[in-house]
């Protein structure tokens, strides 16, 4: 009777079956990811909050010259700049550090579809409410801080997903199980 061999006491019996070592986000990619959605969603904001404090400012209670309504949007896009790049920095940090939801085996996409979309609900939610409160304090009304925040719900999940599909796809500041940053571009 012929005897086989013994399979390993820890781990896989098979080299294909061991977990896939994830690769090394750099923090410079958080970075470069922070900003480029920061400038997407900095334009969105002010085209916005000038459209509805011009718009539905008037519905609320605001009466704005054309003037007074571009720089009040201005003042809440420009402050944006600075709360949203700490928080986006830190969500990004955040969903770094957890591992559900990643795809290493696929070349094509590093995040699945679901991990995607959790990620975009969450980042939104906070996004939200961070511009809420900004357009709260530059116009004094609650109504047409919520009108901004609300609507900019739906076009920001939209451009935001869009941008994590694009970005998941980009190799940049990605450290392979070798060691080898990838490139940029």
């Known amino acids: ?34 900003v480029s959605w ?5 334009l969105d904001t002010l085209i916005l909050s000038y459209l509805l404090i011009t718009y539905l400012g008037p ?33 990004e940090r955040a969903w770094q550090a957890i591992q559900w939801g990643k795809n290493p085996a696929s070349e094509r996409s590093r995040e699945t579809m679901r991990r995607t979309t959790v990620k975009t609900a969450l980042w939104r939610t906070i996004a939200s409410l961070d511009t809420f409160l900004l357009a709260w304090f530059f116009t004094g009304n609650a109504a047409t801080a919520l009108s ?18 694009v970005w998941g796809r980009l190799p940049f500041g990605i450290e392979k199980a070798g060691g080898k940053v990838a490139a940029a571009g």
Not at 24 to 34: C, H
Not at 60 to 89: H, N, P, R, S
Not at 157 to 163: A, C, E, V
């Open 148 to 165: 901004i925040g609300g609507l900019e719900i739906f076009t920001k999940l939209i451009l935001y997903f869009i941008h994590e599909r």
């Open 59 to 91: 519905f609320f209670g605001i009466e704005l010259a054309q003037e007074d309504a571009v720089k009040t949007a201005g003042l809440i896009a420009a402050t944006e700049v600075a709360t949203k790049l700490i928080l986006y920095f830190l969500h």
């Open 1 to 34: 009777m012929r005897e086989h061999a013994q399979g390993p006491f820890f781990g896989p019996e098979a080299p294909s079956l061991a977990p896939r070592k994830h690769p090394r986000i750099k923090r410079w990619r958080s970075i470069a990811k922070a």
């Open 38 to 42: 920061r400038t997407v969603g900095t």
